[in-house]
Every structure is written in structure tokens, then in C-alpha cells.
Nanobody
């Protein structure tokens, strides 16, 4: 059973960089053909895919967020991370990490973490 757990600050100031980490257990992030995604859900809105990192390290980003998003990984810790720069209150959302993305459906999700952008 694959488990994912998001971690990071729950409050970020405007113009700063939001940083979250997803720790994966029960499966390796380098397992062939899998992607690992970040998805968010602003209050009252639907899910928004932000980007993914594939098993071999390739990155894929939402065109609307590409300029502000970076996804990296630490294979020694079986973790992948999200950085979203120049945040505004519109980036307030519940942020999820999940297995799946552009080529496979999402089959495992983290529980989500609330991030609020406010001064």
C-alpha cells in the first residue's frame, strides 16, 4: 500500500515562496512509468493539477503555473517537493500530492495540507 504525506508551512506571506514536501512510503518514486503530481484545490473551486515529476526525473508543469512552479525530488529520502514562487492570496488552497499525472490516473493521494497566503 502506497502512502503519501504532505508537509510544510500552513501560512505563507504574499510574494514569498511556498514550499511543500511529499514523503512516499510503500513504494519508490523511481518505480518505472509512474509520475508524482502536485494538485491543489482553492476554496470553493475544483482540483487543479500543478505539475509532476516522473520516475526518471522529468518534469511536467501546468502552462498556467509553469513560470512560478518547480518540482524536485530526493530519491534517497523517497520524497518529492513543490516550490511555488511569488505567491498571492489566490494561491490559498488545499495542496495534495498524488501518484499519477499525465500518463496514468491518480491512484494514491496524500490527505492534503491547507496553505494560506496572507500577511
Amino acid at each position: 500500500q502506497v502512502q503519501l504525506q504532505e508537509s510544510g508551512p500552513g501560512l505563507v506571506k504574499p510574494s514569498q515562496t511556498l514550499s511543500l514536501t511529499c514523503t512516499v512510503s510503500g513504494g519508490s518514486i523511481t518505480t518505472s512509468l509512474y509520475e508524482w503530481s502536485w494538485i491543489r484545490q482553492p476554496p470553493g473551486k475544483g482540483l487543479e493539477w500543478m505539475g509532476a515529476i516522473a520516475y526518471e526525473g522529468s518534469n511536467y508543469y501546468s502552462p498556467s503555473l509553469r513560470s512560478r512552479t518547480s518540482i524536485s525530488r530526493d530519491t534517497s529520502k523517497n520524497q518529492f517537493s513543490l516550490q511555488l514562487s511569488s505567491v498571492t492570496p489566490e494561491d490559498t488552497a488545499v495542496y495534495y500530492c498524488a501518484r499519477g499525472g499525465t500518463t496514468r490516473p491518480y491512484d494514491y493521494w496524500g490527505q492534503g495540507t491547507q496553505v494560506t497566503v496572507s500577511s
